[in-house]
């Protein structure tokens, strides 16, 4: 059940580089190897951000996808938000105004509600099989 | 009689009396962005300054003396085309050098001078207003237009005429007690913000002003000017303008009201839309830059009203080192009285904006 795997709200560094943050790395990468983890990084602290930090962003979604699971971005502030526009990444994040919203947002659409296996998917098995 | 003609650039930066846009306004003039001044900013391949002295050198003036303020003397662009017999003076106190030119331009046989300070696009038809300066005898005659007062004025230069009891000089010194009486039909466009630079941009390639492009129309709403190299599979979508020496790498893109100044180097796979790029800028590889002005490694977002300084050279840098240009002087203004120039401080300046974000390697 959706309930039963809570979203998992992670403040996001005031400097945010790799070199500095590696308690908070550690900790992520814990919560990203749990199944269909549900991610919300609050970056309303962030003030500075380098390049590592954005690539940090990309690989923790990466993690996430492969487990079938989602990171989202809130209450991103308006400069590490022109940052991630020029990086061509914000547009492969989910980003809300405040976390609030952004853990909603998994309610909203539970994954565990997506059937796994549709009628139409063992069709295009057997027609795939055939052909 | 002849006409003499006076250019002020005060050391002001962007300044917007709007409380919605104060924010906005608050964090262009604290960073000095583009240079301290909008008068020097590169627009469609010349500075303000440059558009404002050629419209009076095209009204046939006599002489121009351009008044600088001390603080930004030390960036004042090289200008582009010859400007005939133009001098230069560094002053404090614009308007007390205003009064000393007056009489100078007095002694050699000027009977009224045109002063205007850049900090707006007026396409006034000076003729016009010189005729209805005359025919009034008014002693100075202050341009404005729908919005207001312009910083425009037709001033007699005799200094022995009086004002309201006082000296022409010494009326001089407080301009605001000349109303304004000369209406500007004209296209106007003031510059007190960033968004105002945009607007020009776009109506010159609108075509709702007379600036145009230096540089030639190579297709339809694309002009270049010299030494353009653009990469293989890069586009340029119109209208758009590339100033000289640019370098457009592969398969990047520029597009729609977009100006990328002289000198700059737009890299592979990159995205400009509905952008400047100021002059001597690298944009790195692939990125995607919208709604912005970019200088150096300041990108100031319109959208957001956000600017942000990168020091990660791989994006966004400066292509020389601050105070040298790679434009070859065509034409340096020679200064009246020389003085030792300050040192440029806008880098400090945009250190000490809380809502910076850097971007650091």
Known sequence: ?????????????????????????????????????????????????????????????????????????????????????????????EVFDSAEEAVRSFQGFPVEEIPQSQPWMENFGELKAAS | MDVGAIVIVEAQGWTDESPSQSKMAELSSATSFAG???????????????????????????FTSLIVHPDVAASIPVFRCPMGNLTMRVADDPWAAVAQILESYWRTGCDCAVVVKPTAYIEADLADLLDFHREG?????????????LDLWIMNCNPNEEVAGDSLTAALLQPDLFPASYFVKEYVRRISHPE??????????????SLHPIGEQRRPGIWA?????????????????????????????????????????????????????????????????RHSIVQGNRLLNLERGVLVEISDSRLLRSNVPAGQSKRTPT??????????LPQAKTFHRIRSVSTTTEFES
């Open chain 1, 1 to 93: 059940m959706c309930a039963s795997r809570p979203v998992i709200v992670m403040q996001v560094p005031e400097r945010f580089y790799k070199s500095e943050t590696s308690d908070f790395r550690q900790e992520l990468k814990t919560m990203l190897h749990s199944e269909r983890p549900r991610i919300v990084l609050d970056c309303s602290g962030i003030k500075h951000i380098d390049s590592s930090g954005v690539e940090m962003l990309l690989d923790c979604m990466d993690e996430a996808m492969k487990r079938d699971g989602d990171v989202k971005l809130a209450a991103v502030a308006p400069g590490s938000a022109v940052i991630l526009e020029l990086m061509k990444v914000d547009r492969l994040f």
């Open chain 2, 36 to 62: 301290g001044t909008p008068a020097f900013i590169d627009l469609l391949g010349r500075s303000l300054l440059e558009h404002t002295i050629d419209r009076l050198l095209t009204a046939h003036v006599k």
């Open chain 2, 137 to 149: 005898e008014r002693m100075v005659t202050r341009a404005s237009d729908r919005e207001g007062s």
């Open chain 2, 196 to 209: 105002d630079f945009r607007q020009l941009v776009t109506d010159a390639f609108l075509e709702r002003c």
């Open chain 2, 225 to 289: 000017d010299e030494d353009v190299e653009i990469g293989r599979g890069a586009r340029i979508v119109g209208p758009a303008y590339l100033g000289a020496r640019c370098k457009i790498g592969e398969r990047a893109v520029i597009t729609r009201f977009t100006n990328i100044e002289r000198d700059c180097y737009i890299d592979y796979g990159t995205v400009i839309e509905n952008s400047s790029v100021l002059p001597n800028t690298y944009v790195g590889i692939w990125l995607d830059v």
């Open chain 2, 331 to 340: 034409f340096v203004p020679k200064p009246a009285h020389p003085s030792p």
